[in-house]
């Protein structure tokens, strides 16, 4: 089944970094869009960063771009989240996910992720001012 575990995430400080993995399992990784969202309690998750099946494009949240880099390998059915110059509006539980509808199309990730089945645990990232 399908099965998303993240991992690297941590407590640090204003201006700090953070690099996020995520291995993926029981679906044709190859062939996903996948992204990475955050939320924190009381609120929606959101989106962060996306990038295409073969890793050719990415697309940003306005709140991260400059600062956030994804990247993937799909030798290795990984996903990465590196954080730069972190704040703590940054401080949030960040999921990756994807889907074969978003393999080409980070728009379409972008508008319909909130219907993705099969979230992981989250990794938990704390930005302390």
């Known amino acids: 089944q399908v099965q998303l575990v993240e991992s690297g995430g941590g407590s640090v400080q204003t201006g700090g970094s953070l690099s996020l993995s995520c291995a993926a399992s029981?679906?044709?990784?190859?062939?996903?869009?996948m992204g990475w969202f955050r939320q924190t309690p009381g609120k929606q998750r959101e989106f962060v960063a996306g990038?295409?099946?073969?890793?050719?494009?990415?697309y940003y949240a306005r709140s991260v771009e400059g600062r956030f880099t994804i990247s993937r390998d799909n030798a290795k059915n990984m996903v990465y989240l590196r954080m730069n110059v972190l704040k703590p509006e940054d401080t949030a539980v960040y999921y990756c996910?994807?889907?074969?509808?978003?393999?080409?199309?980070?728009?379409?990730?972008?508008?319909?992720?909130?219907?993705?089945?099969?979230w992981g645990q989250g990794t938990q990232v704390t930005v302390s001012s």
């Open positions: 996910n994807g889907d074969s509808d978003y393999a080409t199309d980070i728009g379409w990730m972008v508008r319909a992720y909130r219907y993705l089945e099969h």
């Open positions: 029981g679906f044709t990784f190859t062939a996903y869009g």
């Open positions: 990038i295409t099946a073969n890793g050719d494009n990415t």
